[in-house]
């Protein structure tokens, strides 16, 4: 006779337990399917985008691996900007390695769910992360130029590491909360996610934007604070280039299928992975805004590379003395030539 199936409380708390587990690994293999069906459907299309990850991934690893370098090891100011841009800068080194993995994972490991879900977190994790982190870049430098004095108090070295603690902690639940929506969510939850995650960081980069364009327009502006403002306004206008071109497809994307669950397949197929390969491309495009973080982030690399040019060179660099006794002579020129060379020294110096 068979027997029958479990009855009573005990079965249903199994019953709940198990649920969310099926949910989850339903959702890996809905990732997972969705780049078996674009091999399938379009191997031309598949291929041009295993090309541009390969691309991007060697091109992030170079530019950013370079960037943490100079910001690490030659940058000595310990500011809010260069912490905000020392934790993107992992962020995108971590999005660049997650990328030859993607295919490694579900071409040669398909259907392991301990080895996708590590790549599908990592990514999903990164993307928000440098979405937030931008933002706070944004926000610092706008302090910094436009009100240096009342945001002294919030511009400490202390506040900006307890800032990028809760980034990531909120980037980790919000990737939590999309992957849940992913795998059967409401759509009320992905209007507000896109909204708190991507509009809402939008909306206060173009505020600002707006405000420093304000800022330039005051008349009698000093040379000095003018440079540093325009410079401020390149670096916001970059970061909205970024999330236009790189974020604002996925988000959409996400929207629409939340609106129109009986899309066509490939069609959506299509998009997903069109707007998944522009959101990593926010890894070589963020190099960018680094140099526009500190005065001296483009000095100091091509310094590095004059140096190794000049090292390959026999006879081509100066003795120590040499250079030192250039380096005092020079400080003493300055200090001699009056308090309106020394304002210009300073001025030209790195950024707060």
Not at 49 to 57: C, F, I, K, Q
Not at 77 to 99: E, G, K, Q, R
Not at 131 to 138: D, E, G, S
Request: charged share 10%; with cysteine; net charge positive.
């Amino acid at each position: 006779m068979a027997s029958e199936a479990p009855t009573g409380p005990s079965a249903v708390a199994a019953a709940n337990a198990t649920a969310p587990a099926a949910a989850w690994a339903n959702l890996f293999h809905e990732f997972a399917a969705l780049d078996e069906d674009l091999h399938r459907a379009f191997p031309g299309l598949w291929l041009a985008l295993l090309a541009v990850h390969s691309v991007v991934s060697l091109a992030g690893l170079a530019l950013n691996g370079l960037a943490l370098y100079v910001f690490c090891c030659r940058t000595r100011a310990s500011t809010p900007s260069v912490t905000y841009t020392i934790n993107l800068v992992v962020t995108d080194l971590l999005v660049d390695l997650s990328l030859p993995t993607r295919f490694a994972v579900f071409y040669g490991t398909r259907g392991c769910l301990r080895c996708a879900f590590p790549h599908i977190f990592g990514y999903f994790l990164n993307m928000h992360c440098s979405i937030l982190f931008l933002t706070c870049i944004c926000v610092d430098r706008y302090l910094a130029i436009v009100q240096p004095e009342g945001s002294r108090r919030w511009r400490q070295p202390a506040c900006a590491r307890a800032v990028c603690a809760l980034v990531w902690l909120a980037a980790g639940a919000v990737t939590l909360s999309v992957l849940g929506v992913a795998a059967g969510g409401p759509c009320c939850r992905v209007f507000a996610l896109t909204v708190l995650e991507f509009l809402l960081p939008l909306l206060v980069i173009s505020v600002f934007t707006g405000r420093i364009l304000c800022a330039l327009s005051r008349p009698g502006l000093l040379r000095q604070g003018r440079q540093r403002r325009v410079r401020a306004m390149q670096l916001l206008l970059t970061v909205l280039v970024i999330f236009l071109v790189c974020f604002t497809p996925f988000h959409a994307r996400q929207v629409a299928v939340a609106l129109w669950p009986d899309l066509p397949r490939h069609a959506s197929i299509v998009v997903y992975h069109v707007a998944v390969t522009l959101s990593s491309l926010n890894s070589c495009m963020d190099p960018i805004v680094y140099c526009f973080v500190t005065s001296g982030f483009q000095a100091t690399v091509r310094g590095l590379f004059r140096r190794r040019v000049a090292e390959g060179e026999p006879g081509a660099g100066a003795p120590v003395g040499v250079r030192k006794s250039s380096l005092g002579s020079g400080h003493r020129r300055i200090l001699g030539a009056g308090p309106g060379a020394l304002t210009q020294a300073l001025a030209n110096g790195p950024e707060a």
